[in-house]
């Protein structure tokens, strides 16, 4: 079993940057993939990033170059840096776990409107 807790999410303007970050506890592995997915209303849940343990990283194309996933090993967390924001980055956003099996945060929400 593996918890993990988002925070960071929050209101912010069009243009603006968030830090999300995502603490991992629990029977982790020392090999894994974490990332970061999004639900907006009335839309499914899609990828945001993901990041290895050995640091490989994968971005959706719509958040190329705005955002930067990164994380620490030694603390079991990732974050997700959001730069250049837009009211279509408006969603929930989930942590997310992998390793055999996926677990998954409860949300942070993150809203971009002015």
């Known amino acids: 079993q593996v918890q993990l807790v988002e925070s960071g999410g929050g209101l912010v303007q069009p243009g603006g940057s968030l830090r999300l970050s995502c603490a991992a506890s629990?029977?982790?592995?020392?090999?894994?993939?974490m990332g970061w997915y999004r639900q907006a209303a009335g839309k499914p849940r899609e990828l945001v990033a993901t990041?290895?343990?050995?640091?490989?990283?994968n971005y959706a194309n719509s958040v190329k170059g705005r955002f930067t996933i990164s994380r620490d090993n030694a603390k079991n967390t990732v974050n997700l840096q959001m730069n250049s924001l837009k009211p279509e980055d408006t969603a929930v956003y989930y942590c997310?776990?992998?390793?055999?099996?996926?677990?998954w945060g409860k949300g942070t929400l993150v809203t971009v409107s002015s």
């Open positions: 629990g029977s982790t592995s020392s090999v894994n993939v």
């Open positions: 997310n776990y992998r390793r055999g099996l996926d677990y």
């Open positions: 990041i290895t343990s050995g640091g490989i990283t």
